[in-house]
């Protein structure tokens, strides 16, 4: 059940130019996200009445803190970037529906961007059910400055794989294209992947995600898929994050962040 909780700010501070990590208090919240979910912050300005959403990237339970990484790109997230040590936030939450994963030993994670962050809890919560999961991650970014979590995805025991588009650091191409390269030969020189995964889990652009959805279809495997769209309300108010939707019985439009933001990568209509 989503609530409007006040969270102290432990740390907001870079981890590149333009990303941020923010970690803030609150026992609710880091007992009750789960992977996939997110939160909406409200920042104080009378220009901006309206949470913004953020994934949740890691929560701590014992310690009750919650991990949100972002990027400044506008007027919202500079005021967020500014917040001090210290200070109380609004957040509400835990929104929207998550990840759902059981025993599975083969695991895909696919990260585009700023799509990578609400993985990391991902992976650490499939390691906490299931310690012999196999989990290989395949993370895009534009170039070698924007790579970010690497070391934290590795810590879970998870096997890291990095694409960038300018070639900066590690595989030059997209993500799909990296999975194909393993597949045939581990660009780290190792050896491919020993087995097809059983799942796919993806966040970030939409255009990757589709062609996440294609490689699940030519591969038979199941995929979830976190959608990225730009949200008003954040609560299924507003009818702002619509995505077009064919669940079997029929198309519909459903609220990215009231039934989503995590689809099978079926029901998704990608040409809608």
Known sequence: MKKLVNAQILKNAPL??????LIFKSEYLAETAKAGQF????????????????????TDAKAGTVR?????????????????????????????????YSAQ???????GGMGTPPLLKLAQDIKKANSNAEINVF???QNAQQVILKSDFEKTGAKVYISTDDGSQGYMGNVISLIKNVLRHNPDGGSALPQS??????CGPKVMLKAVSG????????????????M???????????????????????KVCAHGPVFSSKEVVWNG
Not at 16 to 21: G, L, S
Not at 216 to 226: G, K, L, N, Y
Not at 232 to 254: L, R
């Open 215 to 230: 490689y699940a279809d030519e591969t038979a495997t199941p995929a979830q898929v976190s959608m990225e769209e730009r």
């Open 105 to 111: 030993k083969r695991v895909v994670i696919i990260g």
């Open 68 to 100: 949100i990484v972002y990027r400044v790109v506008g007027g919202g997230t500079k005021i967020l970037s500014q917040y001090p040590e210290g200070k109380t936030l609004r957040v509400l939450g835990p929104c929207g529906n998550g990840f759902t």
């Open 197 to 202: 995964p059983e799942i796919i889990f993806a």
């Open 16 to 21: 590149t130019r333009d990303i941020y990590e």
């Open 39 to 58: 939160a909406g912050i409200y920042l104080e300005s009378e220009s901006k009445l309206l949470p913004r959403p953020f994934g949740f990237c890691q």
């Open 232 to 254: 008003g309300c954040g609560v299924g108010a507003c009818i702002c994050c619509v995505t077009k939707t064919n669940d079997g019985n029929g198309e519909a439009y459903k």
């Open 139 to 141: 993370s895009g970014f």
